[in-house]
């Protein structure tokens, strides 16, 4: 006896299916006769899709600058898995692990090169904060929790370091068996073209889409050479979205000349989440939707895409023997006025509301979900 079953649900490519789970893994997809403890019947009117990640956040609560509860921005808004973008560093790092056991929300790490993590904004104009051997030592006693590696390359962070702290990540990258490395694009210097050189297969631009003078599109609105050569190389690109790096008219040009993000991320922290521009990676998917991507691309930048850019082998994707994460969600029509980074605004006429989530086998409701009392889980 399956323990959930979920009848007639809608994928997101509008086909309907049962989907059936059995000790927090997919069981079974199709037409499912066998009895289960629990049945919800979805009525076809229900979107599901293998459970949303958010590859970008800060969700260590003890952080001074950037912090927030794993589940308020995780399960609360139907995403799964959260992974934290460089919040911790070495020193920090096993309170954050304890810390995360607690959640309902999947959490990972990407391991700040700073050991010091973000208790300030400029955590890598101190080179001596830069310790390969603590890196080591913190992926050694957390190789499932830290998942890739963080480096902030922006003037404010690096100080008179330049393009300094890049090559050091590259070197801790390569000495702890070439875990993605996620790296963060602002005000130059070091410059954009300098960054994008130095990056390999699997590597993340992050903020991909800022509109800051040191953005991926030059002057004349085409993508830099040196992006362009990035992701020719395998380099992947990360919306990261937060408080100053997306554009709007960054992001439109950018996919008019086919240049699509492989992830969607928010970069969400309490005071963007409660105070916008951000407020849920829903809120940002649904952007990418009123820019015009279809809900198949921008649902695969949260769940496939999203997996594979991490190595999370057991998420993203609606499979028998997976994890049992899963999203119900629907498409709203709504207008709303959305707005960026820039407080440029964009028409939407669709929304994507999360209702609920199963983590693990295990059902929430979200927020939204539970106002409009959908499911009895």
């Known amino acids: 006896m399956f323990d959930l079953l979920l009848r007639r649900a809608r994928l997101v490519d509008d086909t309907v299916c049962d989907i059936a789970i059995k000790d927090g893994k997919i069981a079974a997809l199709g037409e499912i006769n066998d009895p289960a403890v629990k049945t919800v019947d979805l009525q076809g009117e229900c979107y599901v899709s293998a459970g949303w990640i958010d590859s970008h956040v800060h969700c260590y609560p003890e952080s001074p600058i950037y912090h927030d509860q794993p589940d308020s921005i995780g399960i609360a808004t139907g995403v799964t898995t959260v992974i934290d973008a460089g919040s911790t560093g070495a020193d920090d790092i096993d309170d954050f692990y304890t810390l995360t056991r607690d959640a309902a929300t999947e959490v990972y790490a990407l391991l700040n090169i700073s050991r010091v993590g973000l208790i300030a904004q400029n955590e890598l104009a101190n080179m001596a904060n830069i310790d390969s051997e603590a890196v080591k030592q913190a992926v050694k006693r957390h190789p499932d929790f830290i998942v890739g590696l963080k480096a902030r390359m922006s ?93 709007f008219a960054v992001a439109k040009r950018a996919i008019s000349l086919g240049i699509l993000p492989h992830t969607i991320s928010s970069d969400i922290y309490c005071r963007n989440r409660i105070n916008g521009p951000v407020y849920s990676l829903a809120n940002v998917m649904s952007k990418f939707l009123a820019i015009g991507m279809s809900l198949p691309q921008v649902i695969d930048c949260v769940t496939t895409n999203a997996a594979d850019g991490l190595n999370l082998k057991t998420k993203g994707r609606l499979q028998p023997g997976l994890d049992a994460d899963l999203t119900l969600f629907t498409l709203q029509r709504q207008p709303t006025l959305l707005v960026d980074a820039e407080n440029d605004s964009l028409q939407a006429e669709k929304l994507l509301v999360p209702l609920a989530a199963v983590r693990a086998g295990k059902g929430y409701m979200t927020e939204q979900g539970s106002a409009e009392h959908v499911f009895d889980f």
Do not use: F, W
């Not at 801790?172 to 297969?201: K, S, Y």
């Not at 991926?216 to 395998?234: C, D, H, K, M, Y």
């Open 155 to 247: 003037s404010s962070v690096v100080g008179d370091n330049g393009i300094t702290p890049l090559e050091r990540a590259k070197a801790m990258q390569q000495e702890n068996g070439d875990l993605p490395l996620m790296v963060h694009i602002g005000n130059n210097p070091p410059d954009l073209d300098e960054i994008a050189e130095r990056l390999t297969a699997g590597d993340i631009i992050t903020h991909c889409y800022n509109g800051k003078p040191n953005r991926i599109l030059t002057p004349g609105g085409e993508l830099r050479a040196s992006v362009t050569r990035a992701i020719q190389r395998g380099v992947r690109l990360d919306v990261g979205h937060g408080t100053a790096s997306l554009s």
